[in-house]
């Protein structure tokens, strides 16, 4: 069932190749998708990435769809990643209870805006911090395997 999407993807990849990019462009673009896939601000990762592939020239489809298949990892790791945020900057920690959260924001919506901006600050940052190195991470594993397993001219390797 998961390896439906994987092979789908893989046969976009290669087909990319085909189309005369090279694998370290690829691996550029795959390491670029899965980091920005990961950016704390659910909704905004397809934007992002249609804007890098567009200032780096990057496949804009491959970007997209390793943006997409990293949607549950978004998910599973947003918390943390905002978590890591206000560990970082030693920020008040924001309450998630509903109840909590309609209070507040009937009470003096500004201020519970400015803490979840800050928060969602602080977690951006701290998604920098980690893009980077996972970036460097990723294209390079990325680079590697593809290499080995297609050449720059589109043909499977044996």
């Given at each position: 069932m998961i390896h439906?999407?994987?092979?789908?993807?893989?046969?976009?990849i290669t087909k990319a190749l085909k189309q005369g990019i090279t694998?370290?462009?690829?691996a550029m673009t795959i390491a670029a998708g899965a980091v920005i896939a990961l950016f704390p601000m659910y909704?905004?990762?397809t934007l992002l990435c249609f804007g890098v592939a567009?200032?780096?020239r990057l496949n804009i489809i491959v970007i997209q769809a390793v943006n997409y298949l990293m949607t549950p990892a978004q998910l599973?790791?947003?918390i943390p990643i905002l978590q890591g945020g206000i560990w970082l900057f030693k920020l008040k920690p924001v309450s998630l209870d509903m109840n909590e959260l309609i209070l507040r924001f009937k009470r003096d919506f500004v201020d519970l805006f400015q803490e979840i901006g800050t928060v969602i600050l602080g977690g951006i940052a701290f998604w920098l911090l980690l893009a980077i190195p996972l970036f460097f991470?990723?294209?390079?594993?990325?680079?590697?395997?593809?290499?080995?397993?297609?050449?720059p001219y589109g043909e499977e390797a044996g």
């Open positions: 439906k999407p994987f092979k789908k993807l893989w046969q976009l694998p370290r462009k690829l909704g905004l990762t567009i200032i780096f599973l790791l947003m991470l990723l294209y390079f594993a990325s680079r590697l395997i593809l290499s080995r397993f297609i050449n």
